[in-house]
């Protein structure tokens, strides 16, 4: 475990025990990510259990419903996931006009006090996490590029300022049916949390505008074969850490040096950092003949989530595809607690799920008893069983249920809106 070893040392990480036994990576900013979900949304179900609704803070009906339906404990256990369960409303272009309103006098308002709370909570982790390490806020929180840009430019005070406008800037990002499946299933461990959560989003991206890297479109945006160029150089070093393999190193930096001096370097690195392995012989196994067991498809899943929620558009723009290709990956490893050398996705297979996905011969399901978006090859026989059902064994969700029981309140709901108004 040398290879993620180097990686963690690096980038702060601690070690913290799951419940299953699978070990998860916590960072610090996974822990102001667990911190933000705690804090706002055991707020949000405290609000919604005294005022009925949460017409004020902008949330919609299913939301609430299932926000009133869950137990405070429930709810505190659906917080439990290092993904963010709350996103931001606006883009960068409000948030900019935003800023240079006028401060509001005085908030004396219950819920004004609220939304401004939850506002700079949620800007502070943005802006914190845009200026800490640009390719994890797109990869975690989603973030564009543009958005990276102007949260860089700004300054506390214009956040503060922004925060207090009165305005809705956040909103909670996590689908009712992550939140009900999150806070009712108790056997689930933070790990599994986390992946439901990832898989259970609102507002993915579209995926299949997302570029390849498989050489024809992504050509020219990636820095150029220069074995002089320390950045080059890291890269490639940092890419031999997850593969030996000599045609998927070429592929993903467009290399042209012949096969031998690639096979050389790629040994050397192997000598530097004590890999104990050099380039890899023989062909492996192809995509057909994979993603066959839950297993795969759970994992596959969680990466496709991870992939077309982190902004990989902002990334390519910025010459970082690559890097962001292998945090995605790193990401993937945290999430589910898995190994480099043990994943149910090895990096190599993982190159090539990427360019699969863009080619657009993997379909995405969403499960009607979960919400989770599991995905299938193209081809796939049958309607595909959700990986995720299947391993966290959840029970059924029926939102008409809970809406009707949100509803047979609705005289006393209606009631506690008035006095609200
Ligand atoms: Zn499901």
Not at 208 to 213: D, G
Not at 251 to 279: H, W, Y
Not at 311 to 323: F, H, L, P, Q, T
Request: glycine share 6%; charged share 25%.
């Amino acid at each position: 475990m040398e290879i993620c070893a180097r990686i963690l040392v690096e980038q702060p990480f601690l070690k913290e025990e799951c419940p299953n036994g699978a070990r998860i990576m916590i960072s610090q900013s996974a822990r102001s990510l667990l911190e933000e979900n705690r804090k706002l949304l055991t707020r949000r179900g405290a609000w919604v259990k005294t005022h009925g609704h949460g017409l004020a803070l902008g949330m919609d009906v299913d939301t609430t419903a299932v926000l009133h339906a869950l137990s405070p404990a429930e709810i505190e256990r659906a917080c439990d996931a290092v993904n963010p369960i709350f996103g931001l409303a606006v883009d960068e272009v409000a948030l900019a006009n935003l800023a240079k309103a006028d401060p509001m006098e005085a908030i004396d308002d219950q819920s004004a006090e609220l939304i401004a709370s939850e506002n700079e909570d949620v800007l502070f982790n943005r802006w914190a996490a845009a200026r800490e390490d640009e390719v994890q806020a797109k990869i975690v929180f989603g973030l564009s590029g543009r958005m990276i840009a102007w949260l860089r430019s700004a300054t506390l005070a214009d956040l503060r300022v922004v925060a207090r406008s009165g305005h809705v800037c956040i909103r909670i990002a996590a689908r009712p049916s992550y939140l009900w499946h999150a806070g009712k299933t108790e056997h689930l461990s933070q790990s599994q949390r986390t992946g439901l959560a990832i898989v259970n989003r609102r507002n993915t991206a579209a995926i299949h505008s997302a570029p390849a890297w498989d050489g024809s479109t992504a050509s020219g945006l990636e820095m150029a074969e220069d074995w002089d160029s320390p950045a080059f150089v890291a890269r490639f070093e940092m890419l031999v850490q997850y593969t030996n393999r000599p045609a998927v190193i070429r592929q993903m930096m467009m290399l042209e040096c012949p096969d031998k001096t690639l096979r050389r370097k790629i040994r050397d690195v192997g000598e530097r950092f004590k890999l104990n392995r050099s380039a890899a012989k023989g062909r492996r196994t192809g995509f057909s003949e994979l993603m066959k067991t839950v297993r795969e498809k759970y994992h596959y899943s969680i990466v496709y989530s991870i992939y077309s929620q982190s902004g990989i558009e902002a990334s390519v723009a910025d010459g970082n595809y690559i890097d962001h290709l292998m945090e995605i990956y790193q990401r993937y490893l945290a999430v589910t607690g898995s190994r480099l050398e043990t994943a149910a996705l090895d990096f190599e297979t993982y190159a090539e799920y990427l360019a699969a996905i863009t080619r657009g011969n993997i379909q995405v399901n969403d499960c009607s008893a979960c919400g989770a978006q599991h995905i299938s090859k193209l081809d796939s026989p049958s309607i595909p069983e959700c990986p995720f059902c299947v391993a966290h064994e959840h029970r059924g969700f029926n939102i008409s249920s809970v809406l009707a029981g949100y509803q047979s309140n609705e005289s006393e709901n209606r009631r506690s809106f008035r006095a609200y108004c």
